[in-house]
């Protein structure tokens, strides 16, 4: 269950589960509209990642990738330590919780950053030999 394409909209809907049992709708939406720089940077970002993907369709592609070293296990380490330093920080659960949002769509930043990137270097070898 490591795929992205099924943790981020189950986290998701996990978060906002949360967030609606937890802090009411108002509260919920108020910590959305918060985020909307990060929300609206996502624009530029999948819009890339739908160029390169109709751009590259019919190409075999390289996952320069999967040489990374993080696994899932080393995120949430990673995940968990940030929630104990913000628990610290924000001074309650609450303060915490409202902080998930935030690292979804910067998960999802990320994943789309590191998509391109992989998008791009394939771009550039086929195009660059044709």
């Keep these: 269950m490591n795929n992205p394409k099924i943790?981020?909209?189950?986290a998701l809907i996990g978060i906002l589960s949360t967030y609606f049992f937890v802090f009411g709708q108002e509260k919920t939406l108020e910590i959305i509209k918060g985020e909307?720089?990060?929300i609206?940077?996502?624009i530029p970002l999948s819009l890339a990642f739908i160029f390169f993907k109709i751009k590259l369709k019919d190409y075999e592609l390289i996952d320069f990738n999967k040489n990374s070293n993080l696994?899932?296990?080393?995120?949430?380490m990673f995940f968990l330590i940030f929630q104990v330093v913000d628990y610290y920080s924000e001074g309650s659960f609450e303060g915490m919780i409202s902080l998930?949002?935030?690292y979804w769509v910067m998960g999802i930043i990320?994943?789309?950053?590191m998509e391109n990137i992989n998008f791009y270097k394939n771009y550039k070898m086929i195009?660059?030999?044709?």
Excluded: H
């Excluded at 943790?7 to 189950?10: E, G, H, N, T, V």
């Excluded at 990320?110 to 950053?113: G, N």
């Excluded at 195009?127 to 044709?130: D, E, G, L, V």
């Design 7 to 10: 943790l981020f909209p189950l």
């Design 36 to 38: 909307y720089l990060f």
């Design 40 to 42: 609206l940077g996502l």
């Design 71 to 76: 696994s899932f296990k080393s995120i949430v």
């Design 100 to 102: 998930w949002f935030l």
């Design 110 to 113: 990320a994943l789309l950053l």
């Design 127 to 130: 195009f660059k030999k044709a």
